[in-house]
């Protein structure tokens, strides 16, 4: 089965600029993750949602990210404008069903760096 | 949130047996313990999950204490592929959501 994809792969903008990432999961699979992983530290959950509704963005800077997930498939996490401590990875994850049982699938992820 | 504790590193001889061990003291009745890791320049891959019984599946083993305060997670014979970050992490029964650590970075030496 296809795996969760993810673009860019890599991204260089200036502090202020705007930037978008892409995420489609998995075929079927209803809920949906964005992490953030500093270098040398374990990802940070930004959003997760459940078909298209969010169940949990308490960790989403929302002054200057945003997220939405287009008829419960695919989504974009945009951050606008960023700021040079935005400099990171974006993973996206997707999972059956999102209970605790549940297998989260990851992208190879977007490394942003902001200049 | 329940929270984890682990080593910050470990090192193995390839082709010998790896624990990996985890502390979770404040880990709640509907708790699930979850490992992933994460090779180098990749997103995290799931390893196996676990609630009271030891479990087993073709990558690794885990074993989770009586009293489920700990667990520990074998690879049977190391490689050199399986030099990575690895993370022990919590999930409630409901989702709600994943907490990864800093993890145990595992070096594997030929």
């Known amino acids: 089965e296809a795996g969760v994809a993810q673009s860019p792969r890599y991204k260089i903008i200036e502090k202020r600029q705007s930037v978008a990432f892409w995420c489609n999961p998995i075929?079927?699979?209803?809920?949906l993750y964005w992490y953030q992983q500093i270098l040398g530290q374990g990802p940070k959950l930004l959003i997760q949602?459940?078909?298209?509704?969010?169940?949990?963005d308490s960790q989403l800077p929302k002054d200057r990210f945003s997220a939405e997930r287009l008829k419960g498939v695919d989504s974009t996490l945009k951050i606008q404008p960023a700021k040079l401590e935005d400099s990171a990875v974006y993973l996206c994850?997707?999972?059956?069903?999102?209970?605790?049982?549940?297998?989260?699938?990851f992208g190879p992820g977007t490394r942003l760096t902001v200049l | 949130d329940a929270k984890t504790t682990q080593p910050n590193s470990m090192e193995s001889n390839e082709e010998e047996p790896v624990h990996l061990p985890c502390n979770h003291s404040?880990?709640?009745?509907?708790?699930?313990i979850h490992w992933y890791r994460q090779l180098p320049s990749q997103g995290p891959e799931y390893v196996i999950h676990?609630?009271?019984s030891n479990v087993n599946n073709r990558m690794a083993s885990l074993a989770i204490a009586e009293d489920r305060k700990s667990s520990t997670l074998i690879l049977h014979r190391a490689t050199l592929r399986d030099a990575a970050v690895y993370y022990c992490?919590?999930?409630?029964?409901?989702?709600?959501?994943?907490?990864f650590g800093p993890g145990t970075r595992l070096s594997v030496l030929p």
């Open positions: 676990g609630l009271t």
């Open positions: 949602f459940q078909n298209n509704g969010v169940v949990d």
């Open positions: 992490i919590l999930r409630k029964a409901y989702g709600q959501n994943f907490v």
């Open positions: 994850a997707s999972s059956l069903v999102g209970g605790g049982a549940d297998e989260q699938f």
């Open positions: 075929s079927g699979h209803a809920t």
């Open positions: 404040t880990i709640s009745g509907t708790d699930y």
